[in-house]
């Protein structure tokens, strides 16, 4: 909605300014293949519904009362299925609540905070949001992090691993070299998309007192329709996150939320099946699109980041949307040419070759 400087006389003067994230489109359109916002494409864990039904049939009358407001159960179970203790465990409502509390608590710095031109778009978001300064260092020519850039004065660090859009990963050598070369600075590791085959910084905590680990039930557990989020780091920073969750929303966890994560955590054998699954369709999808043509960077998420020669990739997204077929594009430098396609199962991503190869294509 378009409004005029009148109609936006009762907004603080900073709300004004601001420019808010924007999600990937959720359309109402029936038989669209939506392959544009991540989601995983088979059903969270079964004990994950069994579980919102329990609290439902049992004890709808706890709905009445307010939850937990640290949600140790959940805490407990992300504690157990990382190997960690859950003194070292910031559960939020979707990890972008957690990432907005880690912008608040750590990085309004004299110094700016680092992360590369190419990646999560809601961090200049919350940047805007906290006034927090911000040094943006480019990404190779390859679309890879240079870990030497990370050694300069800076108020904190924020790199997504996996990097999105682009799906690459960095291994765990170059981030312990970016820990150790800023000994002084909050280091976080984003890791929404870990699970799918990049190696996770949580085994590093123990041994690094300015490192916060970022992760989602959101894209590996099915769950992003429940919205939790959770942070892993030593209790000194957990310390300063509930500092800052407690001075916005004491319950960001409903009682429902807390039950179905606390199941899907619970149930290991199925997260570690499904994610499988998504790898495997992940190289097929690849082979099949580099028959194609297409330039496919290399991923470790659950998405793929492609361009091809001599096709306009917002005229080849507009085409895809003809077909019924949703990716992301996003009009920005340096990745204006490429795509980002959400992986499938394998019929959904033999639909887009298909489309590809006998409809567009031709
Ligand atoms: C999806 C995503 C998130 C947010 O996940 P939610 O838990 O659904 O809020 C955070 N960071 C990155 C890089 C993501 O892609």
């Known amino acids: 909605m378009e409004l005029t400087t009148e109609q936006m006389r009762f907004w603080s003067p900073e709300v004004r300014k601001l420019e808010p994230y924007i999600p990937g489109e959720q359309p109402k359109l029936q038989n669209l293949l939506k392959l544009n916002t991540n ?3 088979y ?5 994950v519904v069994d579980a919102i039904q329990a609290v439902l049939a ?3 009358d706890v709905l009445r009362l307010y939850p937990d407001p640290d949600a140790t159960a959940l805490k407990e179970a992300i504690a157990q299925q990382q190997c960690i203790t859950a003194s070292q465990v910031f559960v939020g409502n979707g990890s972008d609540e957690v990432l907005a509390h880690i912008f608040k608590a750590f990085f309004i710095q004299e110094h700016p905070i680092l992360y590369p031109d190419i990646t999560y778009s809601f961090y200049p978001v919350y940047s805007q949001f906290f006034g927090v300064k911000t040094k943006i260092l480019p990404l190779n020519a390859d679309f890879e992090i240079d870990i030497a850039d990370y050694r300069q004065p800076n108020g904190g660090i924020i790199i997504t691993n996996p990097n999105a859009p682009t799906s690459i990963a960095l291994d765990l050598l170059s981030i312990e070299e970016i820990l150790q070369n800023n000994p002084d600075s909050v280091v976080v590791i984003d890791e929404a ?6 190696e996770s910084a949580v085994s590093l905590v123990s041994k690094y ?3 916060v680990v970022c992760q989602t039930t ?15 780091a030593q209790p000194h920073l957990i310390a300063a996150l509930e500092t800052v969750k407690n001075s916005f929303n004491s319950y960001p966890m ?10 899907s955590f619970q149930d290991q054998d199925y997260f570690q099946a499904m994610c499988q699954k998504v790898i495997d369709s992940r190289e097929q999808l690849v082979n099949g699109l580099e028959a194609l043509d297409f330039k496919v960077l290399p991923s470790k998420a659950n998405f793929i980041f492609v361009s091809l020669a001599h096709k306009n990739a917002a005229d080849l997204a507009a085409e895809l949307r003809q077909h019924g077929i949703i990716v992301r594009y996003f009009n920005k430098p340096r990745i204006n040419q490429y795509l980002r396609i959400t992986v499938g199962t394998d019929e959904q991503n033999q639909r887009l070759i298909d489309t590809l190869r006998n409809q567009i294509l031709v």
Not at 218 to 232: C, D, H, P, Y
Not at 254 to 263: E, G, K, N, T
């Open 39 to 41: 989601e995983n494409p």
């Open 43 to 47: 059903p969270p864990s079964p004990y």
């Open 58 to 60: 049992n004890q709808a």
């Open 193 to 198: 998309y870990v699970d799918f085959g990049a």
């Open 209 to 211: 007192e300015n490192l």
């Open 218 to 232: 959101s894209k590996s557990r099915s769950l992003a329709g429940l919205r939790v989020g959770f942070a892993i």
């Open 254 to 263: 409903d009682r429902l939320a807390i039950a179905a994560a606390v199941a």
